[in-house]
C-alpha cells in the first residue's frame, strides 16, 4: 500500500516536471509579434525663424515621441530669425527622444544665420546639391546700430554657443565660428568635405536622405550612440494649426508693412466718424498684429515714425489750409518711411520700391479722397437747428415795427420776430438771428414772393 502511495506521488512530480520543462521549451513559446515599419516625421521651416517656428517645432517633436518614431526630419529655408526661438529649437532638438535630422533642400535653398545654428544643432546635418549654410553674425533684434563694444559681445556670446553645438556634435568647430564671426557661408560640397565635415549627408530628396542614414550609428548630444533604422519608413507629415499658419504669414515684412498700413487707416476713419465700430475694431486688430510681426522683424523705429508722422500731415490737411503743401509733405514722409521701415541687407526682409510706390501712393489717395468729403461736409449749408435758420427767407404775415414783434411764415410754421428796420405785411424778410423762439428779421426786397395755393404754403430759399 505504502509502495503504491509512493509510486502514485513519483509519477505526479514526474508530469508536473514534465510539464514544467515543455512549457519552458522553445518549441512551445509563442510566436513574436511582427515588428512595426519605423516611421519618420517630417515638418517644413519656411521662412523667418521666430516664436511660431519654435511652436511648430516643438509640437511636431512631442508628436513624434509620443508615437515612438524613428526619425524627425526638418525641411529647413530661412534668411535667419531672432536668437532666443533658435535657442529654443536647438533645445528641444537637444532633449528630444527621436533623433532629429535638419535637412536643408531642395536646390536652391539655404539655412543662413540662426538656420545655420540650427543645422549644427542636429543629431544629422543634410543638405541638397545647389544649397549653403552660414552667414551667422548676429545683429540688432530691431535693426538698430549698435556700438562697437555691444556688437562684439553678441558675436562673442553667439560664436561660443556655435562651438559649444559644433563640439558636442563633432563637427568642424573653426569653421562654424568663422561662419559666426566672418559671416562666411559654405556650399553643400564644402560642408562635407571638410575635416570635420560640418553636415553628414548630401542627398537629393527626403527618400535618399532615409537610405544613406539607414543604419548608421549616431551619437545623440549626451554621447548616447542610436542606431538609425530608416529603410522603407513611412513618412507622416506635420502641418502648422491654423493660428500657426496666420501668424507666421503675419511675420513676413510686406504683410506687416500693409498691416500697418491698414490699421493706421482704420482708425484715422474711426477718428472722423466716431460710432462706424467696423473701421477702429479692424483697424485695432490689423495694428495688433502687425506689431506681432515688427517684434520678430528688423524694423527701424525712423521709419515707423516717419510713416506716422506722414499720416499725420494728411489728415491736418482737413483743418488748415496749406494749399497741398501738407499732403505732398505727407505722402513724402510715408514714402521715405517705408524705405526705412526694414533696417536689414537680406533681401527676403526688404520690401522693394515695386511694391513700396503703389502702396505709399493708394494709401495717400484714399486719405486725400477722405480729406476732400470731409472739407466739402463742412462747407455744406446746415438745414436743422439754429445754423438751418439763419439766412432763410420767411414772409412777414403781419407788419413789424422797429423795437416791436410781430409775425412771420418760414418753413410752414408762424414765428414770432422782430426787426430794426420797419416791415409790411406780406414782404419777404431774410432771418439774421434768433434768440430762442424769436426771430430777427430784416427786409430782403430782391428775393421773389412766396406764393400760397392749395391751402398750404411753399418757402423760396436761397442755396
Known amino acids: 500500500m505504502r509502495a ?3 509510486c502514485i506521488a513519483l509519477g505526479v512530480i514526474l508530469a508536473a516536471a514534465s510539464a514544467w520543462l515543455n512549457a519552458g521549451s522553445p518549441l512551445e513559446q509563442p510566436a513574436s509579434l511582427p515588428t512595426p515599419p519605423p516611421i519618420v516625421y517630417v515638418a517644413e521651416i519656411d521662412g523667418i525663424i521666430h516664436p511660431v517656428a519654435t511652436a511648430y517645432v516643438r509640437k511636431t517633436i512631442a508628436e513624434a515621441d509620443a508615437a515612438g518614431a524613428s526619425l524627425v526630419v526638418l525641411f529647413l529655408r530661412t534668411p535667419g530669425g531672432l536668437v532666443d ?3 529654443d529649437i536647438n533645445t528641444a532638438i537637444i532633449q528630444a527622444k527621436t533623433p532629429v535630422a535638419v535637412f536643408v533642400s531642395p536646390s536652391g535653398s539655404r539655412a543662413a544665420s540662426a538656420g545655420f545654428l540650427i543645422t549644427m544643432a542636429a543629431d544629422v546635418a543634410a543638405m541638397s546639391p545647389g544649397t549653403h549654410i552660414g552667414a551667422a553674425h548676429p545683429v540688432s533684434g530691431d ?3 549698435v556700438d562697437e563694444t555691444m556688437s562684439k559681445k553678441m558675436t562673442s556670446d553667439v560664436a561660443g554657443y556655435a562651438r ?9 568647430v573653426t569653421l562654424v565660428e568663422q561662419a559666426v564671426t566672418e559671416s562666411r557661408t559654405y556650399t553643400e560640397q564644402e560642408a562635407a568635405t571638410a575635416e570635420p565635415p560640418l553636415v553628414d549627408v548630401i542627398a537629393t530628396d527626403l527618400p535618399d536622405l532615409l537610405k544613406k542614414i539607414d543604419g548608421r550609428t549616431i551619437h545623440r548630444f549626451d554621447g548616447t550612440p542610436v542606431t538609425l533604422h530608416t529603410g522603407g519608413a513611412s513618412r507622416h507629415d506635420v502641418e502648422m494649426t491654423w493660428a500657426q499658419k496666420v501668424l507666421s504669414a503675419v511675420a513676413h515684412p510686406q504683410i506687416a508693412y500693409l498691416l500697418l498700413m491698414l490699421g493706421t487707416l482704420g482708425l484715422t476713419v474711426e477718428l472722423w466718424n466716431p460710432g462706424a465700430v467696423l473701421p477702429g475694431v479692424a483697424g485695432g486688430i490689423c495694428l495688433l498684429l502687425a506689431f506681432f510681426a515688427f517684434q520678430v522683424l528688423p524694423v527701424s523705429s525712423v521709419g515707423v515714425l516717419l510713416i506716422l508722422f506722414g499720416l499725420v500731415l494728411l489728415m491736418l490737411e482737413v483743418k488748415v489750409t496749406s494749399y497741398g503743401l501738407l499732403a505732398v509733405g505727407g505722402i513724402l514722409s510715408l514714402f521715405f518711411g517705408s524705405l526705412l521701415l526694414i533696417d536689414s541687407p537680406l533681401p527676403e526682409f ?20 477722405l480729406v476732400q468729403l470731409a472739407v466739402k461736409a463742412q462747407r455744406i449749408q446746415a438745414v436743422t437747428g439754429e445754423d438751418g435758420m439763419l439766412q432763410s427767407l420767411a414772409q412777414a404775415v403781419t407788419p413789424i415795427r422797429p423795437g416791436a414783434t410781430g409775425s412771420v411764415r418760414t418753413r410752414g410754421e408762424l414765428w414770432s420776430a422782430t426787426a430794426t428796420e420797419p416791415i409790411n405785411a406780406g414782404e419777404m424778410v431774410r432771418i439774421v438771428g434768433l434768440d430762442g423762439l424769436l426771430l430777427t428779421v430784416r427786409p430782403d426786397r430782391a428775393a421773389p414772393a412766396i406764393s400760397f395755393g392749395g391751402g398750404g404754403d411753399r418757402q423760396a430759399r436761397e442755396d
Do not use: D, Y
Open 4 to 6: 503504491s502511495r509512493a
Open 85 to 87: 526661438s533658435t535657442r
Open 143 to 145: 535693426g538698430e546700430k
Open 164 to 172: 559649444t553645438l559644433a563640439t558636442q556634435r563633432k563637427r568642424n
Open 350 to 369: 526688404q520690401l522693394g520700391m515695386r511694391f513700396i510706390l503703389p502702396v505709399t501712393l493708394t494709401l495717400a489717395g484714399i486719405i486725400l479722397f
